[in-house]
């Protein structure tokens, strides 16, 4: 490990992050005792409606009386709270420098979801090593289990941030459009979580014109990765091309909060629930993966 790594280490000890032996990444805790559910919305391709998507699911999760956690880890480029009209008084760089503290970072009940912003043009935090990783891992060692479900909204391509977020997940949800750079870029990311150990994969063709582009998007996609990785995806559904969207995303108001956009929302909805539905995943705790 480098240095810098161990003087992260040496800064999450001194700030009593461990503050117990039994709570310790080290002692024996059951996969059983961890009860968030960790999804990363990513995609190939940027541009896709990653960011949409995770909030509209997260809000839709927290619709259904989960406890949800939506965190921006699009780092260094994050904009969450831009689609929320939001402007954080505090980021995760300022948890980082030590400017506050991770539950200070947090915005409660954005649509009855907690949303851990990232930060704007941070270089630093959009090349994060894994000292600052382990410091996050420590910090949400607890507060993981107060979630039912955490939402990862990641950046997109097969960046080491990305794939780290990513395959660390109980569940992927690839997002993908009809457009073939999509389609190229969603099965590189495909391969790469698949190398990382990655076996179900839920996909979502979003902007699709129709049930049936969405439809052939999809099998575009999963002929190739059956054929050259053996494993076939599963749909988890298509969202039409909206317009109403863009006009959402301009004022600021996601379109899930106003229920407007019903097809949107309720085809949204759907997948949120098939989400919720999918309990059986092992859950080792998404932080506990980073140790
Ligand atoms: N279903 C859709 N129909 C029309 N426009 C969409 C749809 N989903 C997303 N968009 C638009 O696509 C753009 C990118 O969305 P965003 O969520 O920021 O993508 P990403 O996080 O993948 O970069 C936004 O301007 C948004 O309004
Ligand atoms: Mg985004």
């Given at each position: ?175 993908m459009?009809p457009?073939?750079?999509?389609l ?19 996909t979502?063709v979003?902007?699709a014109?129709?049930?049936r582009d969405g439809v052939e998007t999809f099998d575009r996609l999963n002929a190739l990765v059956v ?5 076939p995806l599963?749909l988890?559904?298509i ?53």
């Amino acid at each position: 490990m480098n240095d810098q790594a161990q003087r992260l280490r040496e800064l999450a000890r001194s700030r009593e992050i461990v503050s117990s032996a039994d709570n310790s990444p080290n002692s024996n805790v059951t996969p059983a005792t961890v009860r968030c559910k960790s999804i990363a919305v990513t995609s190939g391709k940027g541009g896709v409606g990653k960011t949409n998507i995770a909030l509209s699911l997260a809000v839709s999760l927290a619709s259904l009386k989960k406890k949800v956690l939506l965190l921006d880890a699009d780092l260094g480029l994050a904009n969450v709270h831009i689609l929320l009209g939001l402007a954080p008084r505090y980021n995760l760089s300022h948890f980082f420098d030590q400017s506050c503290t991770l539950e200070q970072v947090i915005i409660k009940g954005v649509g009855g979801v907690d949303i851990l912003p990232g930060a704007s043009g941070l270089e630093e935090l959009a090349n994060l090593d894994l000292g600052h990783l382990e410091l996050l891992q420590h910090h949400f060692y607890n507060l993981e289990e107060q979630y039912d479900f955490m939402i990862i909204d990641t950046g997109a391509g097969i960046g080491a941030n990305v794939i780290r977020f990513a395959s660390r997940a109980d569940q992927v949800v690839l997002v993908m459009s009809p457009e073939p750079t999509s389609l190229a870029d969603a099965y590189a990311m495909v391969k790469v979580l698949y190398e990382k150990g990655a076996r179900r994969i839920q996909t979502l063709v979003n902007m699709a014109v129709s049930e049936r582009d969405g439809v052939e998007t999809f099998d575009r996609l999963n002929a190739l990765v059956v054929k050259f990785l053996k494993m076939p995806l599963e749909l988890l559904g298509i969202l039409l091309f909206n317009k109403e969207i863009p006009k959402s995303v301009r004022r600021q108001r996601l379109m899930v909060l106003d229920k407007t956009g019903d097809g949107f929302c309720v085809r949204i909805a759907a997948a949120a629930r098939k989400l919720n539905g999918m309990a059986s995943v092992k859950r080792t705790g998404f932080f506990r993966k980073f140790w």
